[in-house]
């Protein structure tokens, strides 16, 4: 199975910016097995409540500095790509 990955950067309207393209990857069947990784300076409570909600694979705080971002990225491929274990499975659970 191929493993296709996605990140959504929020913008300034976390509401139409992020959620609405976390809603529509996750309304469709064909990207159920998408890993949606939400990046963004929203870190309200709210907002990370709703996204895993919504089906988000994880809420990531934007680091800082350019080189926070380096180490971000570079943890989120290690993590994702290498070590993450993936279910043979069609469909959400």
């Known amino acids: 199975m191929a493993l296709t990955g996605f990140a959504a950067a929020g913008s300034d309207d976390a509401a139409i910016g992020w959620f609405g393209v976390l809603e529509w990857?996750?309304?469709?069947?064909?990207?159920s097995n998408v890993i949606v990784v939400i990046l963004t300076a929203h870190k309200e409570s709210r907002n990370v409540d709703r996204a895993y909600r919504m089906g988000a694979n994880s809420f990531l705080a934007k680091p800082e500095n350019f080189d926070g971002f380096k180490q971000i990225a570079l943890?989120?491929?290690q993590?994702?790509?290498k070590h993450n274990v993936v279910a043979e499975r069609k469909g959400r659970l």
């Not at 990857?25 to 990207?31: A, C, G, K, M, S």
């Open 79 to 81: 993590f994702w790509f």
């Open 25 to 31: 990857i996750r309304q469709r069947p064909e990207y």
């Open 75 to 77: 943890l989120l491929v």
